[in-house]
């Protein structure tokens, strides 16, 4: 009975998100205060700050490299060559954004990658984008990648990337130098654009190198259990510039990305996963902006204090749930019908987007 009920409000709970943003004037389906309500039913887009200059573009990964063989003596074991694409997508209807999806190698961000984030909302749109079709989506991907012609595309600028560590081999990966030539390149360059804010450990250059993984905890507060559980199949991201670590929570809510940083990065989650997303209103994609840093991120939605549901991104994780657990789970006994069945292929490529 407390699956089923969990399942009634989280239908009232999906019924509200459509409701309470087309028709301000109608009650609140799950009987909120007029406070409470706004706090879920009105959607903050992100704010973006000043451009930066970019250290990872090609004349900025150059000057820096002359500027290292000035003061070291270094062995040259490469050359200074375009690994990877910094593009922006244009997708003009939701069929367009959903071919973008289709490609699970893809990392998509609604917001562009060389900008400052000045307050953290729910969602981002362009401005520029008209409100009825999908905002812009950017990606950095590497430069032997295929792309499709059936979306259009600009390339913002060619990319040197040296430093990606990821757990599996990547087709992107270039033996530019050593470990240690790698890291001084970078962060000369990072020196050069005025980017290179990050506190680094001084006392030895062991601590100087150590690189951290991304990995935490994402927690809901569920009112039928009165206790705050874990959020399972979300895909967690850390993104330092161009390059980006994920992960998915077990059903603890755990999550471990595949890859590590040497400096602090940007944690967020993308409300969807390869059948469904979660929108924020009818504007454009839920995200939830987690911090920038250096270590775990564990989070904990909804205050337990309160009897209903008055926060947005608890909104969004208790609606994640139930569709994860009708896709991809035991779709609550025999309650709902079994979703339409995928090939083998696309399922394998589900739990990757």
Not at 181 to 208: C, F, H, W, Y
Not at 237 to 250: D, E, I, L, Q, Y
């Amino acid at each position: 009975m407390k699956c089923l009920n969990s399942f009634c409000k989280l239908i009232l709970l999906s019924v509200g998100l459509v409701v309470s943003s087309c028709q301000k004037e109608e009650s609140d389906p799950l009987g909120l205060s007029k406070t409470e309500s706004e706090n879920i039913n009105v959607p903050r887009m992100t704010k973006l700050g000043k451009k930066l200059e970019n250290p990872y573009s090609i004349g900025n990964m150059k000057k820096a490299w002359k500027n290292l063989s000035k003061k070291y003596k270094i062995s040259k074991n490469g050359e200074i060559e375009t690994t990877h694409l910094y593009i922006k997508f244009k997708p003009k209807t939701m069929e367009e954004l959903g071919i973008l999806k289709q490609d699970s190698s893809l990392v998509l961000y609604d917001v562009p990658l060389d900008y400052e984030i000045d307050e953290g909302g729910d969602f981002y749109h362009d401005p520029e984008v008209p409100i009825s079709q999908p905002t812009y989506q950017y990606a950095a991907i590497p430069i032997n990648k295929s792309l499709s012609n059936t979306v259009e595309y600009v390339i913002l600028e060619e990319l040197f990337i040296p430093d990606e560590d990821f757990d599996s081999p990547e087709t992107s990966k270039v033996q530019f130098a050593s470990n240690e030539i790698i890291e001084q390149l970078v962060d000369e360059s990072l020196r050069l654009t005025g980017n290179l804010k990050d506190t680094m450990p001084t006392t030895s250059l062991a601590a100087r190198r150590r690189k951290w993984r991304p990995a935490g905890t994402i927690r809901v507060y569920d009112h039928v259990t009165r206790s705050y559980v874990g959020v399972s199949g979300v895909k967690v991201r850390a993104r330092r510039w161009f390059t980006t670590r994920r992960g998915f929570t077990n059903n603890n809510g755990r999550f471990s990305c595949n890859g590590r940083f040497r400096r602090a990065a940007n944690y967020s989650i993308k409300w969807d996963r390869y059948q469904y997303s979660i929108r924020s209103g009818s504007v454009g994609q839920a995200i939830l902006n987690g911090p920038k840093r250096q270590g775990d991120w564990n989070v904990n939605l909804g205050n337990q204090n309160s009897t209903v549901v008055n926060d947005r991104q608890q909104y969004y994780a208790l609606i994640h749930q139930g569709a994860l657990d009708y896709y991809y789970g035991g779709r609550f006994g025999t309650y709902l019908a079994s979703p339409k069945q995928f090939s083998k292929k696309t399922i394998e490529n589900c739990g990757e987007n």
